[in-house]
């Protein structure tokens, strides 16, 4: 989907947008894997490839950064959204998991955690929070209109 975010961002002359978009949609359908229990496979796979291709819009980020920094601060602007981008998979996956723990209900089975479907939707929908804090918090960036800021 990013190559598909990027052209579209390109071609309509509007970072906002396709985020704004993409991040909704992501959202939407997140929310149905983690809170619609006994989707078919199909269907369900099908959700979680539209979570990462809608998630993908994420890419025109790097374009929005770039184009609200002067030239001389836009490499550092560009390395800390990377940063930014790579530190939160490194931080979500344990936070989802200290999360299951804390609503774990001490059953196990031959020696492994055993974790109910409530304890996923619970532990998951800090993913959501954070996509719909995302989504406000994109409404406060300025839109640049694909054109760099100049010094």
């Known amino acids: 989907g990013a190559p598909i975010f990027g052209w579209v961002s390109d071609r309509i002359g509007r970072r906002?947008?396709?985020l704004l978009i993409g991040l909704l949609l992501e959202t939407v359908a997140l929310a149905v894997v983690v809170y619609i229990p006994g989707l078919p496979m199909?269907?369900?796979v099908g959700t979680c490839?539209?979570?990462?291709?809608f998630g993908s819009s994420q890419?025109?980020?790097?374009?929005?950064?770039?184009?609200?920094?002067?030239p001389t601060?836009?490499?550092t602007a560009i390395g800390f959204l990377n940063g930014m981008?790579?530190?939160a998979g490194a931080l979500f996956q344990p936070l989802v998991g200290l999360l299951l723990d804390l609503v774990w209900s001490g059953q196990t089975s031959a020696?492994?955690?055993v974790y109910l479907a409530e304890d996923y939707r619970i532990a998951l929908a800090l993913l959501l929070v954070c996509c719909v804090a995302g989504f406000f918090f994109l409404l406060a960036v300025r839109e640049t209109y694909c054109r760099p800021q100049t010094a």
């Open 16 to 18: 906002r947008a396709p």
């Open 42 to 44: 199909p269907v369900l």
């Open 49 to 53: 490839f539209l979570v990462g291709f």
């Open 59 to 70: 890419i025109i980020c790097f374009a929005l950064v770039r184009e609200n920094h002067s």
């Open 73 to 75: 601060l836009s490499g």
């Open 85 to 87: 981008v790579t530190g």
């Open 111 to 113: 020696g492994a955690r």
